[in-house]
Each structure stands twice: as structure tokens, then as C-alpha cells.
């Protein structure tokens, strides 16, 4: 106990957790271990800024005052000034405690506090770290897949979860291999501590991939807006240039797609549709349908109306209203197509197209 601050050091060197963190920990630990022995009603106080000083609180008091009855915790004024004529009403006085020769049971009291304290705090940093990670890429190597398909995988130094209805539609792992995936939610588990749940379906996680693909996109020449994507499907993703001299659609496809299909390939064979933003949101939902030539768009509060002709209706919309649905997504409009020479007559919603959706995939 008389070289405590090595031992706090020692346990921040070991943890890699800072060494004031720690020796609150520690205190708090002695602290608990110092009530369980004494009296769980009584006020201690602990200094560990060489050694080990354990004390006992007492405020002290008017003589009169009803607290003066709880000894544990009030001293009155007289008894007070018969150790020192300066104290006054609202001090506290410390008196030392022995917490030197500690028999078994106390000693496993405070290991286990300080076991418990300790842990707390690594779990609290390794929770802030991971939190601030959220949306960020990361690699990890599948360690375990249960019976319900869940995979585990193993980064730094934590295991995390990528449940079932986070994968790729078709996708299939087995122990070794080695995933990309993006950080969606991190938690605490009073039973297994630090619980990071990761995903390949968020749209987060096909602008992870972009920008580990393309340099503009990294270097901020190349802004990403949105994305959306029915996961194994197809995805849709704005993009923006923030210079004159650079094509923010031609730069993220590459040479001959190159860039393009190395991140659908990871995403397996999602195909992707790169779309130029705009301010004006009519031009916006006329280059997100495509490959739908679109007539004219006009805007209505949140719902924007598309005239097209008959022969781009099932291009508008899509398999299965994928493609109308995407832009939806995307523009965060919704959308309602109307054929040529029938106006006021709505083929399809973005929002049935949702609904068709639904059906398809409830079953994946």
C-alpha cells in the first residue's frame, strides 16, 4: 500500500487508460472497501497522492444541533475545539483510519472493487472510442457464426456482431474470412459489457467504400450528398463537385467503371447509379430516374409530379419500383408519375413502389 501511486500507474500503463482516471477509480474502490469494513452510514475521504491515507469525515457542528446525535458523520463544536481551538462550525475534521493490515475477506472486497471499478472505466473509454466510430469504415475477421446466422467478427481489440438482417442479401461468410462493414450502434450490456453492432446494408456503408475508392472523394474534391440503396439490388448515390475541373460523376465510375465496380463487387453486385446533384430540385428528380427520359417535373410542397411518355413508364419505376423508389430516397420527394396526353391521371407512387418493395423482400 505505500508505493499505491506505482500501482495506479501500473494499472493506466497496463489498460492504456489515463492515470487521474484511474486513481479515481482506485479511490472510489477504497472508498466503498473503507464503508463495508467501517460502517456503511460513515464519510470517508481518501488521499494516494504518495501513500495510502484512508480517513474518517466528521462535520462538524453547533452543540445543540440534532445532527450532533449521528456520531457517525457530525462532531459538535466543544468536542471539536478539544483537539483544535480554530475549528469552526461547518469544518470538517479527518481522522486517519488504519487500512494497512487488511485481513483475507477485506482484501478480496477491494480486489473486487477495484476489479469492478477498473473494468467500468475501459469499457466507458473503449464505449466513447467506438461511439465516435459510428458510420466509419472498418475491417475484421469472422471469428464465430451462430445458429441464427449472426456473424462475429474480431477488430482491434473488440468482437462485434453483424446480425443477419445487416447482410447482403446472398451473402455468405464462413471463420477466416475477412469483411469490411461500417459501425451502426454501440451499447452497453450489463452481461457482456461493450455490445458494436456493424452493417453492410446502410447506405453509410457504400459511402465508406466510395471514398475508400475514390481519391477525390477522401481529398473532399468530391462531396458525397446522399445515397440510397435496396441492399444487393441497386443503389443510388448524389454526388457534388466542389471544383470547376473535375467530374464528380466521371470520377467516382473511373476509367472503364473501374472504381465503380470494385465497390459494387464488394457490395455483391449491387449496381450503382451515380447521380449529378443539383439545387433545383425539378432537375434533380429528372436525373434521378434515369434511365427514364422524363418530360417535365414539377414540385408541389414535398411531392414532385413527373410527365413522361408511355414507353419510359417501366423505366421510371423500376423492377419491382426499385428505380422510383431510389429516387424517392434520394431527394427525400415523393413521387408521382403521369403519362403523357393523360395528365391528372397518377400511374404509380414512390409510395406504392415502397409497398411493392416490402413484399419482395419480407421474406430475405
Request: charged letters at 30%; aromatic letters at 6%.
Amino acid at each position: 500500500m505505500e508505493r499505491i501511486v506505482d500501482i495506479i500507474e501500473s494499472i493506466a500503463n497496463e489498460k492504456s487508460l489515463p492515470v487521474e482516471e484511474v486513481s479515481k477509480r482506485v479511490i472510489t474502490s477504497i472508498t466503498n472497501t473503507a464503508k463495508r469494513l467501517f460502517g456503511d452510514d460513515k464519510e470517508f475521504s481518501v488521499d494516494v497522492k504518495k501513500s495510502l491515507c484512508v480517513y474518517q469525515n466528521l462535520i462538524v457542528v453547533a452543540d445543540n444541533d440534532e445532527l450532533v446525535k449521528d456520531d457517525n458523520k457530525y462532531i459538535s463544536l466543544s468536542k471539536a475545539r478539544a483537539e483544535s481551538n480554530e475549528v469552526e462550525i461547518g469544518d470538517t475534521l479527518k481522522y486517519e483510519i488504519s487500512f494497512l493490515n487488511l485481513d483475507r475477506t477485506a482484501v478480496n472486497w477491494l480486489y473486487k472493487e477495484l476489479e469492478y471499478n477498473v473494468q467500468r472505466l475501459v469499457e466507458e473509454k473503449l464505449f466513447e472510442k467506438y461511439q465516435s466510430m459510428v458510420d466509419k469504415l472498418i475491417f475484421g475477421t469472422v471469428i464465430f457464426i451462430d445458429n441464427d446466422e449472426n456473424t462475429f467478427i474480431e477488430f482491434d481489440e473488440i468482437r462485434a456482431v453483424l446480425p443477419r438482417k445487416n447482410r447482403i442479401k446472398g451473402e455468405k461468410f464462413k471463420v477466416g474470412d475477412v469483411l469490411k462493414a461500417v459501425i451502426k450502434h454501440v451499447s452497453v450490456d450489463k452481461k457482456i459489457g461493450l455490445k458494436v453492432e456493424i452493417s453492410r446494408t446502410s447506405p453509410k456503408f457504400l459511402n465508406a467504400l466510395l471514398t475508400l475508392e475514390v481519391p477525390e472523394i477522401k481529398d473532399n474534391y468530391i462531396e458525397i450528398i446522399n445515397s440510397a440503396r435496396i441492399p444487393g439490388e441497386r443503389a443510388k448515390v448524389l454526388l457534388k463537385a466542389n471544383s470547376m475541373s473535375i467530374d464528380a460523376v466521371g470520377a467516382t465510375v473511373g476509367s472503364k467503371g473501374v472504381r465503380i465496380n470494385a465497390v459494387s463487387k464488394e457490395l455483391n453486385g449491387e449496381n450503382i447509379d451515380c447521380v449529378e446533384y443539383s439545387s433545383e430540385q425539378a432537375i434533380l428528380v429528372s436525373r434521378a430516374l434515369a434511365p427514364a427520359i422524363i418530360n417535365s417535373v414539377t414540385i408541389d410542397n414535398d411531392v414532385a409530379k413527373v410527365v413522361i411518355n408511355h414507353d419510359q413508364k417501366s423505366k421510371a419505376i423500376g423492377k419491382q419500383g426499385i428505380n422510383i423508389r431510389l429516387c424517392s430516397m434520394l431527394t427525400g420527394l415523393q413521387i408521382e408519375l403521369i403519362e403523357q396526353g393523360s395528365v391528372g391521371e397518377q400511374s404509380i407512387s414512390s409510395e406504392e413502389a415502397k409497398a411493392n418493395l416490402e413484399n419482395l423482400f419480407k421474406n430475405i
